[in-house]
């Protein structure tokens, strides 16, 4: 199974461009040691709060996927630097 998610997030903190990316930096390298997860900004790459990010994870079964999307969604929430504004997720 494959699993694919879009995240909105706000990053209200950030004032510059350099405080961003220094913070979807952290948040990347965590999510891709916690969950071995693909994932990238697609959106948002000229703007100082808001981004996009994509991302991607394989498993053996759907169950396994959307319990994967479900601790990455919590572990998005609990982050105190960003404020999630929408996750969509997808099974295929």
Do not use: Y
Request: proline content about 1%; aromatic content about 6%.
């Amino acid at each position: 199974m494959i699993g694919w998610g879009s995240c909105a997030i706000l990053i209200p903190m950030s004032h510059s461009l350099k405080e961003k990316r220094q913070v979807l930096q952290r948040l990347i390298t965590l999510m891709r040691k916690q969950f071995n997860v693909s994932i990238a900004e697609t959106e948002g790459q000229d703007t100082w709060q808001r981004s996009r990010l994509e991302i991607a994870l394989v498993g053996t079964s759907e169950t396994l996927v959307r319990d994967a999307f479900q601790s990455i969604h919590r572990f998005l929430e609990s982050n105190l630097e960003i404020t999630v504004l929408s996750l969509e997720t997808q099974v295929l």
